[in-house]
């Protein structure tokens, strides 16, 4: 136990007994069971061919007969195919980086954002925010889904929002000084580098810096950068996960206990399978990460793979909330990379280079992390034309391709066009990524 005092948003309904959160889970799952086989061709389809009626799914433990959901479900039926309620009824997209050149959109009724909200509110409660506090908001604002979480729970406890989006360092620290922030909401890459920025520029933490706590997440982290991140800032650093699919971050979030992550039970229900098999796997064991999302009515995600890894435990927590908590994301089951936050896939960058006169399908893609900041080179052979001709079409080669990453996969990489025939042959499965980050 960490002897910290705990504060609880919700507590009738995040310290709900066992057997009353099952009732609402069972009651909310039937209900939005119905509403996607009612309003989602495409999920009506796939319970038919399971011979699955939704009238079968009356309880949590009917889950396992549903038919799961992807990531590829939301490239095939992009960008409105997926809603559950008339068009009308969507006040707000946000986005993310799907497997190719198009973004994956979720559609929020009035409903979906304020249950968002009201999971961040809880989010920011459990690290320690009230309506004294005055929380900087350092994710980006836009399709993104961190900026508006973290302003929308911080708005509804009545918190001082200072919405400064991501990036600008010096602005961001001078503004953290001058209005007082006393929590953070970033990246945990960001976090370190404004951390040791602070630190370059002689500032006390405590003294200078006022901040308390922060949440951090939208990228995998370490024990060992929670530590680092503490000490620099001198803060409670706290983990918090989500994902657009299920609405954005608050999904899941540390209290000051830092064991484990608790999740919102009411509004999603969680599963960890085996990735290959699909069965349902117990507590403790890790997995494949599924969440069913039982009280969203826009675009309602059942049983979606989250290609996440990790367990869950129901064990008490000394904070007395009641729900069950997730581990860490220790891996992925499928190649996604999370560069600069920006989830990225290897598929989205061999269909670049495919496409590209004078180069060959040998690529290899090297991450690294330099001053706490990802960084993407992206290493592809010359076919032996290209390799012949003049060094000036070889640069436009080069800036072709970076100008077209940028474009497709929303982030910035350092091309470099290796010779012909230079680059490893592999045989079975080519191994094209190295991921040099020590997290
Ligand atoms: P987000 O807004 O949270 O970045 P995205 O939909 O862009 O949402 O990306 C979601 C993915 O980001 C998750 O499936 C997971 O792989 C990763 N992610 C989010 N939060 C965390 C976290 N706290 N720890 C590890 N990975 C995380
Ligand atoms: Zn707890």
Request: contains cysteine.
């Amino acid at each position: 136990m960490s002897g910290k005092k705990h504060l609880i948003y919700n507590p009738e309904k995040e310290c709900m007994s066992r057997d009353e959160m099952h009732a609402w889970q069972s009651a909310k799952l039937a209900e939005t069971v119905r509403r996607e086989y009612e309003n989602v061709p495409m999920y009506r389809a796939r319970m038919d061919a399971k011979g699955v009626k939704p009238e079968d799914i009356r309880t949590v433990e009917d889950l396992k007969y549903l038919p799961f959901m992807e990531k590829t479900d939301l490239r095939d039926y992009y960008p409105f195919d997926l809603l559950a309620s008339p068009r009308s009824e969507i006040v707000r997209i946000h986005g993310s980086s799907g497997t190719t050149g198009k973004p994956i959109v979720s559609g929020y009724t009035r409903n979906d954002v304020d249950v968002w909200s009201e999971m961040m509110a809880r989010t920011l409660t459990a690290a320690g925010c009230t309506k004294d506090d005055v929380v900087q908001v350092a994710y980006g604002f836009g399709l993104f889904t961190g900026g508006f979480g973290a302003y929308q729970g911080a708005d509804k406890i009545g918190a001082m929002v200072v919405p400064m989006s991501s990036g600008n360092t010096q602005r961001q620290i001078m503004m953290m000084q001058d209005l007082g922030a006393t929590m953070l909401c970033c990246t945990p890459s960001y976090a370190t580098y404004l951390g040791e920025t602070i630190r370059e520029m002689g500032l006390a933490p405590g003294k200078d810096i006022k901040l308390k706590a922060g949440c951090f997440g939208a990228e995998p982290w370490s024990e060992a950068m929670r530590v680092r991140i503490e000490e620099l800032l001198g803060i409670d650093a706290c983990d918090i996960y989500g994902l657009t699919e299920l609405g954005g971050p608050g999904v899941a979030f540390n209290c000051l206990e830092k064991d484990g992550m608790h999740i919102n039970e009411d509004h999603v229900i969680a599963e960890i399978i085996d990735p290959a098999t699909g069965e349902q796997l117990p507590y403790g064991e890790k997995g494949e990460l599924v969440f069913t999302s039982i009280t969203k009515t826009g675009m309602p995600m059942l049983r979606y793979r989250t290609h996440d890894i990790c367990s869950l435990t129901d064990k008490p927590c000394a904070c007395g909330r009641s729900t069950i908590r997730m581990s860490r994301i220790t891996g992925r089951t499928d190649d996604m990379l999370i560069i600069r936050g920006v989830n990225v896939f290897p598929s989205q960058i061999e269909t670049v280079l495919v496409k590209t006169q004078g180069v060959a399908p040998h690529y290899m893609l090297v991450v690294d992390r330099v001053n706490n900041s990802d960084t993407l080179e992206v290493q592809v052979e010359m076919t032996e034309e290209m390799f012949s001709d003049t060094v000036g079409q070889i640069e436009n080669v080069r800036r072709y391709i970076t100008e077209q990453i940028k474009s497709v996969v929303g982030i910035s990489a350092k091309v470099t066009l290796n010779a012909p025939k230079s680059m490893p042959r592999s045989e079975g499965k080519a191994k094209r990524i190295i991921d040099n980050r020590k997290l």
